[in-house]
């Protein structure tokens, strides 16, 4: 009953807690990007959460082309840091990789949020909601810029929209093709990353 026994609940504990507010800084930047409405509440309650980390990073990290770079940068600090701190719970050996080992991490993270927001779109679209109530409209911003152009790429079959399960097959296929020459560019263990 050692240190191993209180191993797996720090390291649940981390990635909780570090991986969700990763998740937000990822989610903010990602809202920015799809121009979803700010005022949103959804989204205010995103911008009211990781303010206190972006506001003094924005002083000294500039946007870039008008996209929150300062968000990014953040999300990628602190996955950096829990991919640290497990690294070092489980001993692994090179644990001051964990800056590079954030990036593959980051790309699967987009493309879960990325699938996660058109299962749940297309699962709202069944029970037909209410297009006016937050989290669909903030739904709909965020998977538009991918949503669209596989809609006029394959128009609705018999009333059916095919489009979501091709965009699907794309992110699961740039996930498939990205992440493992990612993993090995950054030496990063496919277990702890993933």
Do not use: C
């Not at 840091?81 to 001051?96: F, N």
């Not at 990789?97 to 709202?124: D, E, G, T, Y």
């Amino acid at each position: 009953m050692g240190a191993s026994y209180f191993t797996n609940p720090l390291i649940f504990i981390i990635k909780t807690l570090l991986g969700i507010y990763t998740t937000l800084l990822v989610l903010r930047f990602l809202l920015q990007w799809a121009r979803a409405d700010f005022y949103n509440p959804i989204s205010q309650f995103v911008v009211k959460l990781t303010a206190p980390v972006l506001q003094p990073l924005r002083r000294l990290v500039p946007s870039v082309k008008g996209m929150d770079t300062s968000s990014m940068l953040a999300a990628w600090a602190f996955k950096a840091l829990e991919l640290l701190l497990i690294a070092l719970l489980l001993g692994a050996s090179v644990p001051w990789l964990a800056p590079l080992w954030a990036l593959p991490a980051l790309l699967k993270l987009v493309i879960n949020i990325f699938l996660f927001a058109i299962i749940i779109r297309v699962i709202l679209s069944w029970v037909n909601p209410d297009p006016y109530n937050p989290a669909v409209a903030l739904l709909g911003r965020l998977t538009d810029p991918l949503m669209l152009p596989a809609q006029r790429l394959l128009p609705p079959i018999g009333g059916i929209d095919l489009s979501p399960m091709v965009v699907m097959m794309v992110l699961v296929l740039l996930q498939m093709l990205l992440l493992p020459p990612l993993l090995a560019l950054t030496l990063a263990p496919a277990a702890l990353v993933l």
